[in-house]
């Protein structure tokens, strides 16, 4: 009875690890930082500033804590809670630990890949934008070895128990925010400041980190809607053999969005028109027959989230026209369609879990 009391709640022992995680990353960081920039004033931003270190550091342990996150469950490299082969919302008996497969230890490294490089990314950004605002400013070796020892602790800390936690609702959140960051990173680092001019397409054509960036990006949500897809639409314990027939419809039609939208960036305008092009209108017109097929495949949805597929698809249609009449420039028809796209993949990926937190 006793050791029962003094255990502590399963979110605070979380929480718990998470700070240790956090803090051995920050001493240890800290000192690494201070090696390295030992008698030395650091830029804020660029080539061997206390940004730069951040975010390369930065990037490596958020790949390291997302694993180190999913191993605190005693699970095995499984990208969240409801896979190792048990189904979404499918039941398991208590103490009975799981067991990854090949397929989820490929998920939840595509997973901590998206988290490496959406904390690169992000930091870079933030020392650019702090740069800005404090021109020609440099920092101190040893404020900078704190600095840095900081933004990479946070990082281990933030990313671990986002791990810990994950689910497919709150991996809609991470998938966003990395699409967000990288394709923005890329505009913005963009040798052509006109790049707007041509099409969406051009910030992946030179031989630059910005369209490194933009294809990039572009791949690994293209692996990541991928790997979830079939978490997302889990046919298991479905008896309906229509409904069950729409679910595999629609986890078909998600493989073939992200694999899609993976070649977007593999293969890019200037490697093969026809194959980036083919890539690019493939996965609207997979996205067109996902919308009406969702329906049947999750009939427990608010009517609400069938009306929004609806409208995405008609706007999407009318960008289009747009386009093919001249009113709008080819960028503005690509950003349209590309966000409406990823906006109503998000939302589905929320209701998609909200159903399985119901079915518990």
Same mark, same amino acid.
């Given at each position: 009875?006793?050791?029962?009391?003094?255990?502590?709640?399963?979110?605070?022992?979380?929480? $718990?690890?998470?700070?240790?995680?956090g803090?051995?990353?920050?001493?240890?960081?800290?000192l690494v930082?201070?090696?390295?920039?030992?008698?030395?004033?650091l830029?804020?931003?660029?080539?061997?500033?206390?940004?730069?270190?951040?975010?390369?550091?930065?990037?490596?342990v958020a =790949?390291?804590?997302y694993?180190?996150? @999913?191993?605190?469950? @005693?699970?095995?490299?499984?990208?969240f809670e409801?896979?190792?082969?048990r189904?979404?919302?499918?039941?398991?008996?208590?103490?009975?630990a $799981?067991?990854?497969?090949g397929?989820d230890?490929? &998920?939840?490294?595509?997973?901590?890949?998206? =988290?490496?490089?959406?904390?690169?990314?992000?930091?870079l950004v933030?020392?650019?934008?702090?740069? &800005?605002?404090?021109q &020609?400013?440099?920092?101190?070796?040893?404020?900078?070895s704190?600095i840095?020892?900081?933004?990479?602790?946070?990082?281990a800390y933030?990313?671990?128990?986002?791990?810990a936690?994950?689910?497919l609702?709150?991996?809609?959140?991470v998938?966003?925010?990395f699409?967000v960051?990288?394709?923005?990173?890329?505009?913005?680092?963009? #040798?052509?400041?006109?790049?707007?001019?041509?099409? *969406?397409?051009?910030l992946?054509?030179?031989r630059?980190?910005?369209s490194l960036?933009?294809?990039? +990006?572009?791949?690994?949500?293209?692996?990541?809607? +991928?790997?979830?897809?079939?978490y997302?639409?889990d046919?298991?314990?479905?008896?309906?053999?229509q409904?069950?027939?729409?679910?595999v419809?629609?986890r078909?039609?998600?493989?073939?969005i992200? !694999?899609?939208?993976?070649?977007?960036?593999?293969?890019?305008?200037?490697?093969?028109?026809?194959?980036?092009?083919?890539?690019? !209108?493939?996965?609207? !017109?997979?996205?067109?027959?996902?919308? =009406?097929?969702?329906?049947?495949?999750? #009939?427990?949805a608010? @009517?609400?989230?069938?009306?929004?597929?609806?409208t995405?698809?008609?706007?999407?249609?009318?960008?289009?026209?747009?386009?093919?009449i001249?009113y709008?420039?080819?960028?503005?028809?690509?950003?349209?369609?590309?966000?409406? !796209?990823?906006?109503?993949?998000?939302?589905? *990926?929320?209701m998609? $879990?909200?159903?399985?937190?119901?079915?518990?």
């Amino acid at each position: 009875m006793v050791a029962t009391e003094n255990m502590a709640p399963p979110r605070l022992s979380v929480e $718990g690890a998470g700070i240790v995680v956090g803090g051995g990353v920050f001493v240890v960081s800290g000192l690494v930082a201070l090696l390295s920039f030992w008698g030395n004033d650091l830029p804020i931003a660029g080539p061997g500033s206390v940004g730069q270190f951040a975010a390369i550091a930065a990037g490596i342990v958020a =790949f390291l804590a997302y694993a180190t996150g @999913r191993l605190w469950h @005693r699970q095995g490299l499984t990208p969240f809670e409801t896979s190792a082969g048990r189904g979404s919302g499918a039941a398991r008996a208590p103490g009975v630990a $799981g067991r990854a497969t090949g397929a989820d230890i490929f &998920d939840t490294f595509a997973i901590a890949l998206a =988290f490496g490089i959406l904390a690169l990314l992000g930091w870079l950004v933030l020392g650019a934008v702090l740069a &800005d605002g404090f021109q &020609d400013a440099t920092v101190y070796f040893l404020s900078a070895s704190v600095i840095a020892g900081a933004a990479i602790g946070v990082t281990a800390y933030a990313v671990f128990l986002a791990s810990a936690g994950m689910d497919l609702m709150r991996l809609s959140t991470v998938l966003a925010g990395f699409a967000v960051i990288g394709i923005l990173t890329a505009m913005l680092s963009a #040798p052509n400041p006109h790049w707007w001019m041509l099409h *969406l397409s051009a910030l992946g054509m030179t031989r630059s980190i910005s369209s490194l960036t933009f294809n990039l +990006t572009l791949i690994i949500a293209g692996v990541i809607v +991928t790997a979830i897809a079939r978490y997302a639409t889990d046919a298991r314990g479905i008896e309906d053999p229509q409904r069950r027939a729409a679910v595999v419809r629609v986890r078909v039609g998600l493989i073939l969005i992200g !694999v899609l939208l993976a070649c977007v960036g593999i293969f890019p305008l200037n490697v093969s028109a026809v194959l980036h092009n083919v890539s690019a !209108v493939g996965m609207v !017109v997979v996205f067109a027959l996902v919308v =009406f097929w969702v329906r049947a495949a999750l #009939p427990e949805a608010p @009517r609400a989230f069938f009306t929004l597929g609806y409208t995405f698809f008609g706007v999407i249609v009318l960008m289009l026209v747009f386009f093919a009449i001249g009113y709008y420039v080819l960028t503005a028809a690509e950003l349209v369609a590309g966000v409406l !796209v990823f906006s109503w993949l998000i939302v589905y *990926l929320r209701m998609s $879990g909200a159903a399985v937190a119901r079915a518990r």
